[in-house]
């Protein structure tokens, strides 16, 4: 029977404590590329002008349609070869993550605008407002109400994501995790560890987002 032996943790609680910190600036990177996509995309995708709205769409259906996985290694390997540039892993997954992650938020963004009623835009229009006045004072201000808890759960998503970095040797915390395991023998003991941490860090995140909501949709 197995013998579980967590004191093995302490001794690489330095390597957690880098992993860890490496994880969270990849979310936060990810998470501010992959908005600022994400709003660009999302309002494309609505664009009157039909290549803006093709390009937008294929990108966002390309990227959400394709395992994070297969893009992660794609970015990593293939993007030098057709390039010509080499890219290291770190770039390689925030240039993934962050497009991968700002497909889906630009359909949060997309969803959020036209769930707008759209006698709204057309008072702003009939009291002559311009197109970008109406989309910036009107619908933005009220969409982004509707945008803020699928937002927050894609976000939290994001970072659950940032695991799979550790295929390409980015030094994140699963990665450290793996080379503390073939370190010491004792991988049960110590991504049992990892759980916890990612649990730790989620589940209150996950609550607050929940406590949004709620207080979002009370003061409808």
């Excluded at 609550?207 to 909501?213: A, C, I, N, S």
């Amino acid at each position: 029977m197995y013998k579980w032996d967590f004191s093995v943790l302490w001794g690489y609680r330095w390597l957690f404590l880098q992993g860890l910190g490496v994880t969270v600036a990849f979310t936060v990177a990810i998470v501010v590329f992959g908005l600022m996509i994400g709003l660009l995309a999302g309002l494309g995708s609505l664009s009157r002008v039909r290549i803006v709205k093709w390009l937008s769409s294929a990108y966002i259906e390309m990227f959400r349609c394709t395992p994070l996985l297969v893009q992660l290694i794609w970015f990593y390997y293939a993007l030098p070869v057709v390039s010509g540039i080499e890219v290291s892993a770190v770039t390689a997954s925030v240039l993934a993550l962050s497009l991968y992650g700002g497909s889906f938020y630009a359909e949060i963004i997309r969803g959020g605008i036209v769930s707008i009623e759209t006698g709204q835009s057309e008072a702003g229009a009939a009291i002559g407002m311009t197109p970008s006045q109406i989309m910036r004072r009107i619908v933005l201000p009220q969409a982004l109400k509707r945008m803020v808890p699928p937002l927050m759960n894609q976000s939290i998503i994001q970072f659950k994501n940032t695991s799979l970095v550790s295929v390409i040797a980015v030094p994140d915390l699963v990665y450290q995790s793996q080379i503390a395991a073939h370190d010491s023998y004792r991988p049960l003991e110590l991504y049992t560890a990892v759980a916890v941490i990612y649990f730790a860090i989620l589940f209150p995140l996950t609550l607050l987002v929940r406590v949004g909501e709620h207080k979002l949709a009370t003061s409808d």
